[in-house]
């Protein structure tokens, strides 16, 4: 919980401002020791004011070249105009972080959203080395720290999924599985869909969901649902014990089938049946007929 001073504004601790901001305490702190947050110091202690802090969120929104009124605000603006059918994949070919990356990239230059793949993919890579942007519970949120939002033809977002899972650095050691791409243009944007996707996806009963729906239109349609529930406040929790990722009767019958392919051992090669040589029968000569003298009378 915050704490608060004699003038009853609630103080923020360096953890509850890094789950505010939706950073890792580590660069929270070095943002703090570089003085780049406003901060005070209570009981040799950093604390943060939370109107301090939203003014320095709206001071970071919008660079020089951004006119504030132009961009759209990221607590209103609806998903699906950020989400359309073809931004999702939903069976991954990638095996590793960097093939993610550069998979999911892929798709958003095909479909005309980023007019510099490479550029986009070392951004995402520099800022993934710095901290794995996986969460506990299988879902990742991949995103750049530059700002060049000339090479970024309109916000997007770019979710995949992987059947398998990946090993992506997430805090609990397990795999992930859902991988969000965020090419949202302008820093107004970031931190309002961060949030509001980091909501949506904390109830480990939507992330079993959307690891077993078969079709695009089918997931976007429970992003599109969930992001509304958190935007109206009126997200429903649930235990996590009833976690228990459930696939429909055709994705378990492939899945079945796919196990079976995978552990099936080849057949060895049939040998030819040799045929048994036909024994010779021996040339029997037939038995003379010995014929008796006819006596004469």
Known sequence: MAKKQGNDTPLLTMHELATYLHLDEQTVSKLVTAGKIPALQVERQWRFRREQIDAWIEEQLVGDDENFADVPDGMKLPLEDLLPDQAIITNMRATTPISVIDE?????????????KPWFVGAVVERESLSSTAMEGGVAFLHTRAKDKGKIGRPFIIVGRSWSGINF?????????????????YDRLHLPILGRLARALRNPTTIAKLRSLSSPDQLRALLLKEDASVREG???????????????????????RRLQAAKAPEPPPKAKKRSKPKKAIPN?????????PVKKP
């Open 169 to 185: 650095g997430a805090p609990d050691g397990a795999p992930t599985y859902l991988f969000f791409l965020l090419g949202l243009k």
């Open 284 to 292: 029997i000569p037939a038995p003379k007929t010995i014929l008796s």
């Open 234 to 256: 009126t997200m429903q929790e649930f235990k996590p014990e009833d976690f228990k990722p459930q696939l429909d009767r055709t994705l378990r019958l492939r899945a079945i």
């Open 104 to 116: 999911l990239a892929a798709r958003a230059y095909t479909n005309g959203w980023l007019t510099d």
